[in-house]
C-alpha cells in the first residue's frame, strides 16, 4: 500500500495532505495564526515547484480549507514536513513518525532523507519538552487563594488526596469535592459527590483554573447548598 496520509501537528483543527489517485488533497480546518505562518512557507515551496500557482491566496485564520495538488503523496509530504519544522531559538526539534505496513514506526529528525517503500502514514510534530511543566501564573493565584479560604483540615486534605470534605449549608450532608486534574477524580462523572450516596452534584466550571472551581464548588457547598441542588436537579 502506497502513503496514504501526511498528517501535521496543527495548533487547533485539522491540517493534513491525503492521496486522492495520483495528486493529493490538503485539508485544513480552523488555522491558527501558527498554522497559517507554516501553511505560508508550504505554499511558497509548492510555487517553487510549480505545483501551486503564483497567484493562490494564503489561508487566514480561523479559516477551513480544502485544496487539490496537482502532485504525487512523495512529492507533497517531504515538502510539507520541511515547511512546518519547528523555527526559532530554543525551538524543540521537529520529527516525522512513518507508519509502515507491519505497524512498526520509525522517527526521523525533520525531514526525512528517503520515504520506506512500505510507509501508509506520516506525521510531523514538534519534539516534546522534557521536564514537568511549572504551574501558570493563574494557577499559582488560584492556589493561594484557595489555601486562604480552606479550613485546617480541608488544606491538608486536598493536599494529600486532591479532595476535601464540604457540609451544606441547608442539609448538612457531606460532600466530596474533587480537584479535577487530580488522580482521585479520574473516572467520576463530577467534582461534587454526596460523600453518603455517591450522587455527583451536576455543577463544573472548566473556563477557570481548576484550583478556583474547586474554591466555587466547595463554597457552593457550605454557603449556596439549596441552590447547587436546585441546579443539579434541573440537568
Not at 513518525?97 to 528517503?114: F, H, S, Y
Not at 450522587?199 to 473556563?207: H, L, S, V
Amino acid at each position: 500500500m502506497a502513503l496514504q496520509h501526511w498528517f501535521v501537528a496543527a495548533e487547533c483543527g485539522d491540517f493534513r495532505v491525503e492521496r486522492t489517485g495520483d495528486s493529493c488533497l490538503l485539508t485544513v480546518e480552523q488555522a491558527t495564526a501558527a498554522d497559517v505562518r507554516r501553511l505560508v512557507r508550504f505554499f511558497n515551496a509548492l510555487k517553487r515547484m510549480d505545483i501551486l500557482p503564483a497567484h493562490q491566496a494564503p489561508v487566514l485564520p480561523g479559516a477551513s480549507l480544502s485544496l487539490a495538488l496537482p502532485a504525487p503523496m512523495e512529492s507533497i509530504g517531504p515538502v510539507l514536513a520541511g515547511a512546518t519544522r519547528t523555527r526559532g531559538k530554543g525551538a524543540p526539534a521537529t520529527w516525522t513518525a512513518i507508519r509502515m505496513e507491519n505497524a512498526t514506526l520509525t522517527v526521523d529528525d525533520g525531514v526525512p532523507a528517503d520515504m520506506p517503500g512500505a510507509a501508509v502514514a506520516a506525521v510531523t510534530l514538534a519534539a516534546p519538552k522534557r521536564g514537568c511543566p511549572p504551574p501558570s501564573a493563574a494557577a499559582r493565584r488560584a492556589s493561594q487563594v484557595l489555601r486562604t479560604f480552606l479550613t485546617t483540615s480541608q488544606w491538608p486534605s486536598y493536599l494529600r488526596h486532591g479532595w476535601l470534605h464540604a457540609y451544606g449549608n441547608a442539609t448538612g450532608k457531606a460532600y466530596a469535592v474533587y480537584h479535577r486534574d487530580e488522580a482521585a477524580a479520574r473516572g467520576l462523572p463530577r467534582c461534587v459527590i454526596e460523600f453518603d450516596t455517591g450522587r455527583p452534584i451536576c455543577a463544573w466550571d472548566d473556563a477557570v483554573p481548576a484550583e478556583e472551581e474547586l474554591l466555587g464548588l466547595t463554597l457552593a457547598v457550605q454557603h449556596r447548598e439549596a441552590w447547587l441542588r436546585r441546579l443539579a436537579h434541573a440537568e
